[in-house]
Nanobody
Framework: QVQLVESGGGFMQPGGSLTLSCVVS????????MGWYRQAPAKQRELVAR???????YYEDSVKGRFTISRDSAKNMVYLQMNLLKPEDTAKYYCKPIFVNVPWGQGTQVTVSS
């Protein structure tokens, strides 16, 4: 059974940085395209970053140059480094394999406000 446990969120002022972590069990992160998604209040969940099995990286336009997705195959974890945070980054963040239908984790809340 696949389990996804996100952590690292919190409250941050604009311009700050946070690193989100996702512990993955049941699948190998190196064998799956993995993504970070976010869902803001009253908005649809959106994919903001993904890493392919070959290590290619893709980002949603609003986070390009500020967010970095990475994985640690040995630890079977996925990370999202978030820099230059903006209020519009406020959302609950989730990690999930892109092409495998598995239950969502509980997510981790990121709140950016002055």
């Amino acid at each position: 059974q696949v389990q996804l446990v996100e952590s690292g969120g919190g409250f941050m002022q604009p311009g700050g940085s946070l690193t989100l972590s996702c512990v993955v069990s049941g699948i190998r992160v190196a064998s799956q395209a993995m993504g970070w998604y976010r869902q803001a209040p009253a908005k649809q969940r959106e994919l903001v970053a993904r890493i392919t099995t070959s290590g290619q990286l893709y980002y949603e336009d609003s986070v390009k140059g500020r967010f970095t997705i990475s994985r640690d195959s040995a630890k079977n974890m996925v990370y999202l480094q978030m820099n230059l945070l903006k209020p519009e980054d406020t959302a609950k963040y989730y990690c999930k394999p892109i092409f495998v239908n598995v239950p969502w984790g509980q997510g981790t809340q990121v709140t950016v406000s002055s």
